[in-house]
Structures are given as structure tokens and as C-alpha cells.
């Protein structure tokens, strides 16, 4: 048997996993209809996953369901972080739709018991929370107020960064290509790749360090000074870098050192999804000047927030009014709170510590014979399979990730894939997956390096 995986399609350039609307022709007609209705309604901008898009009806759990109730395992959605149509956390936005939706303009007890509780989750030195009404919003504000601290611009992001869409944001998000151009003020380092730029934890800080030192000597020689270094605390559109914990710290160092903040977007890492903490900086043993979450925060409803050490708001609150109208709202409020009281009942960040565990070692096991396995990494319920040509060389694989990912929807188990290349595995379901869960993902996994041996 051979012990290499053939390609199947190689991934859509316009996105990761992406549908590619040339092959329209090749689909059942109810899709082919409503994908051409959604085209006519929605525009050229927006994109759908997988060879043969997937149209979903239901979702409940762990599970999706498509137009004939067939059942679908997504390994893919952490928006919904406690699963999706948690019983919980309908109950708590129906209560409060039929009581009051409104701003932070009015004194509301249910906001400051949830900022509380939030609050109570992060290192001390973090003390005041900023609601918006989405990630890219958070992270708009997150980066306002460090270049109003620093009176700095510059800005470090990683090569496959990703942290949101407005203007501002897109220019630091190097994932979203060449068709958003990056700022002028925006310096671009390596991924934490220690499968590439290191044979140990020490060579891969003093990589970063020294990628780090050349970017912040860069933006001096053009006269721009650092504002902020950012990075997703589990570099999910890098590939997925986990460890070796602690890789992190010379990063902030470094920043530190040039007057610079760092600001964690804890947006897919957080609410506990690595499985150790309750933030995925948590695991390097740094504390950030900021941290921006979002997505998983109210489960769906539209809820994100920025929180910060209290000094980097003196000056900016009593001279930049801010105010974002439903950021925080009520309603989204006592979402955000059932999920925190879901977390907690339920033991998901235990969950997924344990099952994550079961998977990696899974996966490890299946891929003991496959030549373009490189690595299976990650933390809890964030985990990359990173695959390539062959091991020797590295050189990334989208063709076979491609391969994988649309045989495993096929199996009716969801997952995607991310990295420069297409070529990463990432593996990210709602909280709430059980042991049989990772049973069944795993015999689909295999069945799918079978198939494609």
C-alpha cells in the first residue's frame, strides 16, 4: 500500500476550501438554483465552503442537518462554542427580548454583573472591559487606543494573519491577500513554525526574537514608531502553533522593550477552547497590555469586546468619546452570560482538555504511516494536521488538504483547512464534543487517508 496521499482538487485561490462557481453546472439542480438565487441577491463577494456546497436547515449540539435531515458532525463552527441552539442560551435572549434590549447609556445592573464575571476570568493586571458588536470592531478599537497610548503607528502582525474586515483591521491581516494591500505602517514576521524554523524551543524564540527586533528596526528607519504587535493566541489562518508554550514571551519582550503593546486576539482561541486556561496567551505565561474577543463570546449573537489594563484608558476615555450603540446591548449581554454559566456547569474547558487529547492521539496514530503527515499539533479543541509532500522536503500540500476536507464532507463530518498553503487540517468544533464524537471523527479521518493513499 502506498503511503502518500493523491491530490484531489486543489484549493480555491479566492479562499481556502472554497467553492469554486465555474462547476455550478455539476451540482444538483435544487443547489445549483438556490446558489444562483444567492448570487443574484447577495453579489460576488461572499463564498461557500466545499466541492459541493452544504446547505444546512438545522443545528443542534455537535450536529448539522441539511434539507433531508441528514446529520452532519461539525469539527469546524467555534462560533457556536457551547454548541449550537444551547438550550441555555435561547432561554436567556428570549427572557430578555421580552423584557428590555437596550445601550450602555443606562445604568444596568445585568452588564456590570456579566463585566464582573467576565473580568474575573483574566490576569488582575487586565481591568476594564469595552463592549462592540463584533471581533473586527474590537480589534479596531484595540489598535485606536495603542496607537493613542503610544502616539506610535507600527504595527507586527504574523505572515497568515488574520483579525477582521474593516478597513483598518484588513490592512494588518496579511490572510486576506494580495487584493487588500497591507499598510504602509505594517511590518510582517514568521509564523511560529517550529516544525520549520527550529530544532527546539530555544532556536524558535530566538527566531521570533530576532524577527521581531528586524521588524521594529524597520518601521524606526522610516520614521514609524511601534504602536502594537497583535497575534491570534493559536495562529488559526497561520496554520495552527500551539507550542512549545511559552514562545510568546520574547515576542512581548521585545515589543516592550520599543514602547509597544501587545494585544492578544483571543477571538477563536479563547473561552477556554485550548483546554488548559481560559485564554490561550494564558499557556505562554505573558500578560497582554490588551486582549480583543469575540465570535464564541454570545454563542452567535453578535457580541465581541476589547479588554484592557486600566492606564491605556485614562487619557483615551477623557478624550476620545466612544460609543458604539449596541455594543453590549442587553440582549446580547445575557447571551454572553449563559454561555460563560454553560462553560463553567458543564466542564467544557475540561472537555476540552481530555478530548482534544483523545484526537491528537488519534491523529498521530493514523498518520504513523503517511509520508505527508509533517505534524499533527495543537491545543484542546484547536488542532492542525499539517500536510505536505513529504516529510523530508516540508513543502506544504494544499491539494491533498483539499482532498481531505471534501471527502470527509462527503462522510458528513465538517472540518476545513487554513495555513499560507491550504495545506493545514484544522480541526475546531463547538465545546461540547463528546469521546464518541472524536470516535466518529477519527474513523472518518481514516477512511479518508484511505481513500486517498
Avoid at 3 to 10: A, E, F, G, H
Avoid at 90 to 107: C, F, G, K
Avoid at 218 to 229: C, M, T, Y
Wanted: aromatic letters at 8%.
Amino acid at each position: 500500500m502506498s503511503n502518500t496521499i493523491q491530490s484531489i482538487r486543489k484549493p480555491s485561490k479566492a479562499m481556502v476550501n472554497g467553492f469554486d462557481p465555474t462547476r455550478i453546472d455539476e451540482l444538483p439542480d435544487e443547489i445549483q438554483k438556490n446558489i444562483r438565487r444567492r448570487d443574484q441577491s447577495l453579489g460576488p463577494g461572499y463564498r461557500l465552503f466545499y466541492d459541493t456546497p452544504l446547505e444546512v436547515l438545522r443545528g443542534e449540539g455537535v450536529k448539522l442537518f441539511d434539507r433531508d435531515g441528514n446529520e452532519y458532525l461539525d469539527v469546524y463552527n467555534n462560533v457556536p462554542s457551547v454548541g449550537h441552539c444551547h438550550p441555555k442560551v435561547i432561554a436567556a435572549v428570549h427572557e430578555q427580548m421580552q423584557t428590555l434590549n437596550t445601550n450602555t447609556r443606562y445604568v444596568q445592573e445585568s452588564i456590570l454583573d456579566y463585566s464582573e464575571d467576565l473580568l474575573s476570568t483574566f490576569p488582575a493586571e487586565l481591568g476594564h472591559v469595552m463592549f462592540t458588536c463584533t471581533g473586527s470592531e474590537a480589534n479596531d478599537l484595540a489598535m485606536r487606543v495603542a496607537k493613542y497610548a503610544t502616539g506610535n503607528q507600527g504595527i507586527i502582525v504574523t505572515s497568515g494573519a488574520y483579525h477582521g474586515l474593516t478597513a483598518e483591521v484588513a490592512s494588518f491581516s496579511p490572510s486576506l491577500g494580495i487584493g487588500v494591500p497591507l499598510g504602509a505602517n505594517v511590518r510582517v514576521i514568521d509564523a511560529p513554525d517550529a516544525l520549520r524554523y527550529s530544532s527546539d524551543q530555544r532556536s524558535l524564540e530566538d527566531h521570533l526574537r530576532n524577527q521581531v527586533r528586524a521588524a521594529i528596526a524597520d518601521l524606526h528607519r522610516h520614521g514609524i514608531g511601534l504602536a502594537a504587535f497583535i497575534a491570534d493566541s493559536i495562529f488559526s489562518s497561520d496554520g495552527v502553533f500551539a507550542g512549545p508554550a511559552g514562545f510568546l514571551r520574547p515576542i512581548i519582550e521585545e515589543v516592550h522593550a520599543a514602547g509597544g503593546l501587545y494585544i492578544a486576539d483571543e477571538v477563536q482561541p479563547g473561552f477556554g477552547r485550548t483546554g488548559q486556561e481560559w485564554w490561550g496567551f494564558q499557556r505562554h505565561g505573558i500578560v497582554p497590555d490588551i486582549v480583543t474577543i469575540g465570535k464564541p463570546m454570545g454563542n452567535g449573537i453578535p457580541v465581541a469586546a476589547a479588554i484592557f489594563k486600566p492606564e491605556l484608558l485614562v487619557e483615551f476615555g477623557r478624550n476620545i468619546r466612544y460609543f458604539n450603540t449596541f455594543g453590549g446591548n442587553s440582549v446580547a449581554v445575557a447571551a454572553a452570560q449563559a454561555v460563560l454559566d454553560v462553560i463553567r456547569e458543564e466542564s467544557l474547558i475540561d472537555n476540552a482538555l481530555k478530548v482534544g487529547e483523545q484526537i491528537i492521539t488519534g491523529l498521530e496514530d493514523l498518520a504513523q504511516d503517511l509520508d505527508q503527515v509533517a505534524e499533527v499539533r495543537g491545543s484542546g479543541f484547536f488542532i492542525g494536521v499539517d500536510l505536505v509532500t513529504d516529510r523530508s522536503s516540508l513543502t506544504p500540500d494544499g491539494d491533498a488538504a483539499a482532498g481531505i476536507v471534501n471527502a470527509l464532507r462527503e462522510d458528513r463530518i465538517l472540518i476545513s483547512a487554513c495555513g499560507a498553503q491550504g495545506n493545514v487540517l484544522k480541526l475546531r468544533p463547538p465545546m461540547p464534543f463528546s469521546s464518541n464524537d472524536a470516535d466518529r471523527l477519527l474513523d472518518g479521518i481514516g477512511r479518508a487517508f484511505k481513500r486517498l493513499r
